[in-house]
């Protein structure tokens, strides 16, 4: 029997964990503010010392700023979305985001957002994120940001996906596998990786 006391108890744990969860997008939210501003108050001093190399530069570095966030938040919001649909049709797909989520691929330190869905014991993370400061280092090969399509567990079934712009300037995911060309991530690459979620039978590398 849960008395009131308990049950007021992880209420409390509960509203603590929403506040953090909270306080942290906060955070990010009010970084990206900050550095927006910055970024734009230095383009402005750049041009106004006559420095267009400087204020060009910068007017860049904002304009792939835009992109890097309209392509983060397009392919987690895909990936949550046929989510969503594959619940609604009868799986049971437990769906988590973190917001100001940290990780590295080879040598970046990248920050950026984590898209969770769980399958029982089975998971897929989508890992999104660039260097925001020069001790985080640079993206090897070219890109604007990275992300991995990550099955834990299954590593033949993931994937690292880099984000690379067009010669019109539009942002693309493209999967990191040296094919010629580069295979693009779409609506059926998304649908693709939660089948495979969803497969019972992929279970050769999962250890418990």
């Known amino acids: 029997m849960v008395t009131s006391a308990a049950f007021a108890c992880e209420q409390g744990k509960a509203a603590k964990l929403m506040s953090d969860s909270e306080s942290?997008?906060?955070?990010v939210d009010e970084l990206d503010e900050t550095w927006a501003a910055a970024?734009?108050?230095a383009e402005a001093q750049a041009r106004?010392?006559?420095r267009v190399d400087i204020s060009e530069y910068l007017a860049l570095r904002k304009s792939n700023d835009l992109l890097r966030k309209t392509a983060c938040d397009w392919l987690l919001a895909t990936f949550q979305n046929v989510a969503g649909e594959m619940n609604r049709a009868g799986a049971s797909l437990q769906i988590s985001n973190d917001d100001n989520y940290h990780f590295t691929v080879g040598s970046a330190g990248l920050v950026g957002k984590l898209l969770k869905l769980e399958n029982g014991i089975r998971q897929l993370l989508v890992e999104v994120g660039w260097p925001r400061v020069p001790a985080d280092g640079f993206i090897r090969g070219g890109g604007i940001a990275l992300g991995r399509l990550r099955h834990v567990g299954i590593?033949?079934?993931s994937e690292l996906i880099r984000l690379v712009t067009s010669?019109?300037?539009t942002p693309r995911w493209i999967v990191e596998n040296n094919h010629d060309p580069a295979e693009e991530i779409r609506d059926a690459n998304i649908r693709q990786h939660i089948a495979?979620?969803?497969?019972?039978s992929r279970v050769d590398e999962i250890h418990l």
Do not use: M, T
């Not at 942290?24 to 955070?27: F, I, L, R, S, Y």
């Not at 495979?196 to 019972?200: K, R, Y």
């Open 24 to 27: 942290a997008k906060q955070k």
């Open 39 to 41: 970024l734009a108050e």
């Open 48 to 50: 106004a010392a006559g």
């Open 155 to 157: 590593k033949s079934a």
């Open 167 to 169: 010669p019109e300037g």
């Open 196 to 200: 495979i979620l969803l497969d019972s």
